[in-house]
T-cell receptor, first 109, second 114 residues
Framework: TQLLEQSPQFLSIQEGENLTVYCNSS?????LQWYRQEPGEGPVLLVT?????EVKKLKRLTFQFGDARKDSSLHITAAQPGDTGLYLC?????????FGTGTSLTVIP | DVKVTQSSRYLVKRTGEKVFLECVQD?????MFWYRQDPGLGLRLIYF???????EKGDIPEGYSVSREKKERFSLILESASTNQTSMYLC?????????????FGAGTRLSVL
């Protein structure tokens, strides 16, 4: 089992603030995905990153894959209440998928 | 729109009962997965299937079995439910080939075993 750590575990911020959450491992991955899971729902894919150093933007969300493909970050600019949810990173090695325990984000109006 | 449907959102069962969790996808995906999600433990893979009548054990298969008689349907079976199987169960599907790492999830079934 790969050791995968997401931080922080919980985050509560005011609407309009910026935030960054992290996904770290000592293992090298071929790709990595970020999902968002809203309360009572299943995870929904946000983005897939494949290349070391890759940066992808999805509106106010910026995703970065570490140069060594061992870590990733998700930065949210001007957070909105609709961003509330559990953010899961899911790296992949070969045919194996792994999920972190997630960062639970609450954006207070 | 892709759709993965889990038959029940909430289930309450008694210890020792046989429990069936059903999952249907309408995307003609080859791959289907069953996970359980528990606080502090994240998603853990129970079983997966790459084709009809084919199944592979995941990380925590003990106490569970699966059935895939048709491509669109993947069932998770708890032969004799126990309280430690109280959890959120998530089904997912993905296409074969280069897209197989994109998983589409159902809304989940929250199972309580009393």
């Amino acid at each position: 089992t790969q050791l995968l750590e997401q931080s922080p575990q919980f985050l509560s911020i005011q609407e309009g603030e910026n935030l960054t959450v992290y996904c770290n491992s000592s293992s090298v991955f071929s790709s990595l995905q970020w999902y968002r899971q809203e309360p009572g729902e299943g995870p929904v894919l946000l983005v897939t990153v494949v290349t070391g150093g890759e940066v992808k933007k999805l509106k106010r969300l910026t995703f970065q894959f570490g140069d060594a493909r061992k870590d990733s970050s998700l930065h949210i600019t001007a957070a909105q209440p609709g961003d509330t949810g559990l953010y899961l990173c899911a790296p992949r090695t070969g045919n194996q998928f792994y999920f972190g325990t997630g960062t639970s984000l609450t954006v207070i109006p | 729109d892709v759709k993965v449907t889990q038959s029940s959102r909430y289930l309450v069962k008694r210890t020792g009962e046989k429990v069936f969790l059903e999952c249907v996808q309408d995307m003609d995906h080859e791959n289907m997965f069953w996970y359980r999600q528990d606080p502090g433990l994240g998603l853990r893979l129970i079983y997966f299937s790459y084709d009809v009548k084919m199944k592979e054990k995941g990380d925590i298969p003990e106490g569970y079995s699966v059935s895939r008689e048709k491509k669109e349907r993947f069932s998770l079976i708890l032969e004799s439910a126990s309280t430690n199987q109280t959890s959120m169960y998530l089904c997912a599907s993905s296409p074969a080939g280069t897209g197989r790492h994109i998983q589409y999830f159902g809304a989940g079934t929250r199972l309580s075993v009393l």
